[in-house]
């Protein structure tokens, strides 16, 4: 039997998102739980994410940022274990990451202010340490509970639409502490590139 091989990973680009589709029991959950509660989203899709990372660029590099509690690597900037906001060198990470991912990409590339506003934010919530929002990420596949919209701490896909909406690819209609994996692979703004695992 010939082994199956992967396309080339493309360059990577500012807010380029990776959505994973993780092996564990907790990304089970989270992927069984967003296919029951959203079903009619998730008619369009073989399987449902169950987590979101980004990229940004740090020290002139693409760095993977992500909100979590099940990764088990150091953070690359601090070189600390965390749970909550984490940066990550994209190599390892990918090496690392438990899954399936996938390489969204914007259809328009952000203006050049929208990049700094979105790095700036991604950077800010990384320096603060910000942790894992827990109560919220259950509360955005909940239809009886409405999310209030904060980032005082934040889940990965609250992540990145906050970081997404300081670099104007999503409105402000759009509740960022609502957002789940599944809802980032339906916006209008993001197409999907290629399976990087």
């Not at 998102?17 to 899709?45: D, Q």
């Not at 099940?70 to 070189?79: K, V």
């Amino acid at each position: 039997m010939m082994a199956t091989t992967l396309s080339p990973i493309p360059d990577l680009l500012h807010a380029d998102c990776l959505v994973c589709y993780g092996k564990g029991r907790i990304s089970r959950w989270i992927s069984w739980g967003l296919r029951l509660r959203y079903w009619w989203r998730a008619l369009r899709f073989k399987r449902t994410p169950s987590h979101v990372a980004f990229i940004v660029q740090y020290d002139n590099a693409p760095m993977v940022f992500e909100s979590t509690t099940l990764s088990g690597l150091e953070d690359a900037i601090s070189d600390t274990a965390r749970v909550g906001v984490q940066a990550h060198e994209f190599g390892e990470w990918l090496r690392h990451y438990p899954g399936a991912v996938e390489l969204w990409r914007l259809r328009t590339p952000q203006r050049e202010s929208g990049e700094q506003a979105m790095t700036d934010y991604t950077i800010e919530r990384h320096h603060d340490q910000t942790d894992y929002d827990a109560a919220q990420a259950i509360g955005s596949g909940l239809s009886v509970i409405r999310n209030t919209e904060n980032d005082d701490a934040l889940f990965c896909s609250e992540y990145y639409a906050f970081a997404m909406r300081k670099g104007g690819s999503i409105g402000t209609h759009i509740n960022c502490s609502e957002v789940t994996p599944l809802d980032v692979t339906l916006w209008p703004c993001l197409k999907h590139l290629v399976n990087l695992k």
